[in-house]
Nanobody, 116 residues
Framework: QVQLVESGGGLVQAGGSLRLSCVASGRTFSTSNMGWFRQAPGKERELVTAISWSGRNTYYADSVKGRFTISRDNAKNTMYLEMNSLKPEDTAVYYC?????????WGQGTQVTVSS
């Protein structure tokens, strides 16, 4: 069974930066396409960015393109999300999961709050 644990969220002013981490247990991480998702209050959960199992291919939603960078270290079973130039509209709970997401893998997420 895979367990995903997100960390690194916090409160930051607009224009600031945060780095999120997602640590995976289990032996399938290195062969899984992964993604970062977020859910803002009153909104549906959305895919923010994704990365292929090898790390060679990435995808970014238009809303974060040029500001966020996804990466992974398969040797550490860890995925990262570097977030720069944060905006108040980036405020949400951020989750990691496989891409497409597996319902059983949703964790608690990590809260990111951007103040204006």
């Amino acid at each position: 069974q895979v367990q995903l644990v997100e960390s690194g969220g916090g409160l930051v002013q607009a224009g600031g930066s945060l780095r999120l981490s997602c640590v995976a247990s289990g032996r399938t991480f290195s062969t899984s396409n992964m993604g970062w998702f977020r859910q803002a209050p009153g909104k549906e959960r959305e895919l923010v960015t994704a990365i292929s199992w090898s790390g060679r291919n990435t995808y970014y939603a238009d809303s974060v393109k040029g500001r966020f960078t996804i990466s992974r270290d398969n040797a550490k079973n860890t995925m990262y999300l570097e977030m720069n130039s944060l905006k108040p509209e980036d405020t949400a709970v951020y989750y990691c999961n496989t891409n497409p997401p597996a319902p059983a893998y949703w964790g608690q997420g990590t809260q990111v709050t951007v103040s204006s």
